[in-house]
């Protein structure tokens, strides 16, 4: 679909749902003022960094033209699309349980949200959605608030189109600053009856949509909904793990394929962000399988209005070279494991490290290979493994060093000493040495540091 099209579907998708561009456009002309007001007391500005900061007055047209530019990224719209859609069904009660009462209950604990908008942006767009994320102001804050609709998404996805419109402002005060000429441009102008909220309609009011289930995102809960629609997938884990034993070997020689395997499990079983981010991807995937079976049946024996995706939605999916959200999702994730989870995860997304590992394909979680969400979430289970196993192994060593090492040190220092000293005086040392060698070995052997999980040495 051409980006121009997308944009106007996202558009009137967003006003559908009872949003309007001018309203996210109010929110970012309050920012700035808010930046130009924060000054010093004199006016004068302090340095480059701070003129960035506290920004140069626009009026409301600019704004409005900021925020329809903020619409001219593919990525962007592809994370608005799926969030709206996740909401009208979640308020339609069309997703299953316990995904449901994740979605109506609008926790912070499970952070999707906010995960699957926050990276479609730059590190620049990052910092101002965790602002606008934070002060919800007006339509934001709107949204929020909204107890007559599903707007869980919705209020991450104005954020984000904010964000976005603040870093296009922002790069063009920078350039102002070096005196370019370079500005950002509307590329698809929007028509003005797409602007305001002239001609918005609310969506029909529904109380029943806040109900559901406490006990359905309680994380014991979550993980077994987690183990449950894994558990078909068996033979398929057991490949992602040895492809993490493969990755892993080269790094640390000592890794056992069992250790691999715990760290797996500990992956699919201890994190509530990560079983809601899994469960997310399943229900996705579940939907665009639904609609593809609706999809092939005749016009005549199905309702227009009828659909578990939107069709702009679908299109991007199967047409995208790169559709961002299956990767967002994912890669939000493998944040949990640090470093080695981000770094590992997108190594796995370049097709040449993929061609290393000839078995990767085969063992996406699928029964019928139509998962394009899983099949990054299959990349995110190896790079959490890795992560996994690389923070165990720091931790081991570190637990090594406390419980091994340290104890030995005084050995080494009579060592030293014996070295120094001339042959003829050294019994008395070689003697309190082995003394105390004896003592510090027994005491290794028999006893564990605290907060050790080292078995004892055996003699």
């Given at each position: 679909?051409?980006?121009?099209?997308?944009?106007?579907?996202?558009?009137?998708?967003?006003?559908?749902?009872?949003f309007?561009?001018?309203e996210?456009?109010d929110?970012?002309?309050?920012?700035?003022?808010?930046?130009?007001?924060?000054?010093?007391?004199?006016?004068?500005?302090?340095?480059?960094?701070?003129?960035?900061?506290?920004?140069?007055?626009?009026?409301?047209?600019?704004?409005?033209?900021y925020i329809?530019?903020?619409?001219?990224?593919?990525a962007?719209?592809?994370?608005a699309?799926?969030?709206?859609?996740?909401?009208?069904?979640?308020?339609?009660?069309?997703l299953t349980?316990?995904?449901?009462?994740?979605?109506?209950?609008?926790?912070?604990?499970f952070?999707?949200?906010?995960?699957?908008?926050?990276w479609?942006?730059?590190?620049?767009?990052?910092?101002?959605?965790?602002?606008?994320?934070?002060?919800?102001?007006?339509?934001?804050q709107?949204?929020d608030?909204?107890?007559?609709?599903?707007?869980?998404?919705?209020?991450d996805?104005?954020?984000m189109f904010i964000?976005?419109g603040?870093?296009?402002?922002?790069?063009?005060?920078?350039?102002t600053?070096?005196?370019?000429s370079?500005?950002?441009v509307?590329?698809?102008?929007?028509?003005?009856?797409?602007?305001?909220?002239?001609?918005?309609?609310?969506p029909p009011?529904?109380?029943?949509?806040?109900?559901?289930?406490?006990?359905?995102?309680r994380?014991?809960?979550?993980?077994?909904?987690?183990?449950?629609?894994?558990?078909?997938?068996?033979?398929?884990?057991?490949g992602?793990?040895?492809?993490?034993?493969g990755?892993?070997?080269?790094?640390?020689?000592?890794?056992?394929?069992?250790?691999?395997?715990?760290?797996?499990?500990?992956?699919?079983?201890?994190?509530?962000?990560?079983?809601?981010?899994?469960?997310?991807a399943?229900?996705?995937?579940?939907?665009?399988n639904?609609?593809?079976?609706?999809?092939?049946?005749?016009?005549?024996?199905?309702d227009?209005?009828?659909?578990?995706?939107f069709?702009?939605?679908?299109?991007?999916?199967?047409?995208s070279?790169?559709?961002?959200?299956?990767?967002?999702?994912?890669?939000?994730?493998?944040e949990?494991?640090?470093?080695?989870?981000?770094?590992?995860?997108?190594?796995?997304?370049?097709?040449?490290?993929?061609?290393?590992?000839?078995?990767?394909?085969?063992?996406?979680?699928?029964?019928?290979?139509?998962?394009?969400f899983?099949?990054?979430?299959?990349?995110m289970?190896?790079?959490?493994?890795n992560?996994k196993?690389?923070?165990?192994?720091?931790?081991n060593?570190?637990?090594?060093s406390k419980d091994?090492?340290?104890?030995?040190?005084?050995?080494?220092?009579?060592?030293?000493?014996l070295?120094?000293?001339?042959?003829?005086?050294?019994?008395?040392?070689?003697?309190?040495a082995?003394?105390?060698?004896?003592?510090?070995?027994?005491k290794?052997?028999?006893?564990?540091?605290?907060g050790?999980?080292?078995?004892?040495?055996?003699?």
């Open positions: 679909m051409e980006l121009r099209e997308l944009k106007e579907r996202t558009i009137i998708r967003l006003r559908e749902r009872g309007a561009i001018e996210m456009a929110v970012l002309l309050e920012t700035i003022a808010k930046d130009i007001q924060n000054q010093t007391s004199n006016g004068q500005m302090i340095d480059r960094e701070q003129v960035i900061k506290r920004g140069q007055a626009i009026d409301r047209e600019q704004a409005i033209k329809s530019m903020a619409f001219e990224n593919r962007v719209l592809q994370s699309l799926v969030g709206i859609n996740l909401d009208v069904l979640a308020e339609q009660g069309k349980e316990p995904y449901l009462s994740v979605i109506r209950s609008d926790l912070g604990t952070a999707v949200d906010e995960t699957l908008v926050e479609s942006l730059s590190t620049w767009g990052k910092r101002n959605f965790a602002l606008f994320d934070t002060i919800k102001s007006g339509v934001v709107r949204a608030k909204d107890k007559l609709h599903c707007h869980t998404f919705a209020d996805v104005l954020g964000a976005q603040y870093k296009l402002y922002q790069k063009d005060l920078e350039n600053l070096d005196d370019k370079v500005r950002s509307e590329e698809f102008p929007i028509d003005d009856s797409l602007i305001y909220k002239n001609g918005i309609e609310q009011e529904n109380e029943d949509f806040k109900k559901h289930n406490p006990a359905n995102y994380n014991d809960v979550l993980r077994e909904a987690v183990k449950k629609e894994l558990a078909p997938f068996e033979k398929e884990l057991e992602l793990a040895k492809i993490s034993f990755m892993q070997k080269k790094y640390i020689p000592t890794v056992m394929p069992r250790m691999v395997k715990k760290a797996q499990q500990k992956v699919l079983t201890s994190k509530t962000e990560v079983h809601a981010a899994i469960l997310t399943i229900e996705l995937d579940r939907l665009y639904k609609q593809l079976e609706l999809d092939q049946r005749p016009s005549s024996e199905r227009s209005n009828q659909y578990y995706i069709p702009e939605l679908m299109d991007e999916i199967k047409n070279p790169t559709f961002a959200p299956t990767i967002n999702i994912a890669e939000g994730a493998a949990f494991y640090g470093v080695v989870g981000r770094t590992n995860f997108g190594k796995l997304l370049r097709p040449e490290v993929q061609e290393q590992f000839p078995t990767l394909n085969s063992c996406i979680p699928s029964s019928e290979n139509k998962s394009p899983m099949s990054k979430m299959a990349l289970i190896v790079a959490g493994t992560g196993i690389a923070s165990d192994f720091k931790r060593t570190e637990r090594w091994i090492l340290q104890p030995l040190q005084p050995i080494k220092t009579k060592y030293d000493q070295r120094s000293t001339p042959p003829k005086n050294r019994q008395p040392i070689i003697s309190n082995l003394d105390q060698g004896k003592k510090m070995i027994d290794i052997i028999t006893t564990r540091a605290k050790s999980r080292m078995k004892p040495l055996e003699k």
